[in-house]
Structure formats: C-alpha cells, structure tokens
C-alpha cells in the first residue's frame, strides 16, 4: 500500500493550496487517479486560515460505486451529450449528488473510495469462489460513465481511493478505524446506503 492523505473538500480556489496548515489526516490508502495508467498522486491536506473554532473538522467519504449505481438507477430516462452521444444519465446524477454535498454541507475533507478489483478479484473471492458468482455485470452503458464520473472527480481536485483485491466498503472501514485513532476529534460522514457499514457508526462516525 502506498501512504497518502486525504486532500480538503474540492470546490475552492486552488491557488489557496499553496498554504499549508499542520492538520494532515492520513490514511494507509492507495490513491489512484485518472486514467488507470496515471501516477499515484500523493495529495496533502490543506486547511484555509481562519478564525480560531472549536467545531470539529467533517471529513465526508462517499462509497463511489454505490453511488454510482443508485445514479444509475435513480435516472432511467435516456439521457446522452448532444456533443459525443454518449449516454449521461448516471453521470448526470452522480455530479449533482457530489455538487450537493459540496455546496450544502461544506465539508472539510472529501474523497470518494471505489472498488478497484471486480467481484472475482477480491480477497473474499480467492476465500470462497462462489462470492458474489451470480452477481449480474455492470450495464453496457454504465462503465463508459463510471470513466466519466472519474474523470470529473479528476478535474476537481477529490482523490479516488482504491486498494487491489479490496472493496470499497472494507477500504472505508479501515480508513475510519485508523482516522478514529489518530483523528478521535474528526467527524465522518459516510454517503453510503450499505448497511454493512453500520457496524462503524458511533457518535462521530454516521451514514448519509
């Protein structure tokens, strides 16, 4: 695993990442950008100057295919580019829900954490290779938007978390273990409507 750290909320102005403060949250996390190809980023946590508070930092960790699929799902209607004819529909949803998280609840940290291994690449799957066999693969039209949705999450400046052979939900478990440690002050928003990950909850950590 590489070490990394979770950058700030994206949506401000860039140039103030210049300035560094000594809040620096990390996670032993692979950060994998886009395309698949690119580099591993290592990315810094940067905290404005500002009036002294005792309100807790929010860090806000969205569960990226979970998303992706209730996206998916939640808009039926055909939706595509009038520019390169490809369909939109999910990515559509899954911007306008990042957008709403960014402009109504202003978190302080942010990073979207996706399964980097299929349902047969996992560590459970090498266990027992019947997990998740029945499972029915991603729509054609679904993959082309889930490289979309990665590319504007690119473009934004919010790191993608992803660990070979893990899923997203175990790599957020980790991360909010290890964060609850060395973070116990931190706040974790978990946007995930996995009830597995319930078993984290606690009076700073909470499902949204």
Do not use: W
Request: hydrophobic fraction near 40%; proline fraction near 9%.
């Amino acid at each position: 695993m590489t070490v990394g750290a979770l950058s700030p909320a994206a949506g401000g102005n860039p140039r103030r990442a210049t300035i560094f403060r000594r809040h620096v949250i990390s996670a032993v996390v692979c950060l994998r950008g886009f395309p698949p190809a690119a580099p591993v980023p290592t990315i810094h946590v940067h905290l404005m100057p500002e009036a002294a508070s005792d309100k807790p930092k929010a860090l806000y960790l969205i569960d990226g295919h979970a998303q992706f699929f209730r996206a998916y799902h939640a808009i039926r209607s055909a939706m595509s580019s009038p520019v390169t004819k490809e369909p939109t529909n999910m990515t559509y949803g899954f911007v306008g829900m990042l957008l709403k998280v960014l402009r109504e609840y202003k978190p302080d940290y942010l990073a979207v954490v996706i399964d980097k291994a299929g349902d047969r690449e996992t560590f459970r799957s090498e266990i027992y290779p019947e997990y998740k066999a029945t499972r029915k693969p991603m729509p054609d039209d679904m993959p082309p938007q889930v490289e979309r949705c990665l590319s504007v999450l690119q473009q934004m400046g919010v790191p993608v978390i992803a660990e070979p052979a893990v899923e997203a939900d175990d790599a957020i478990a980790s991360i909010v273990r290890r964060l609850q440690r060395e973070q116990p002050d931190l706040r974790i928003r978990i946007v995930s409507k996995d009830k597995d990950l319930t078993q984290l909850l606690n009076h700073n950590v909470e499902l949204f």
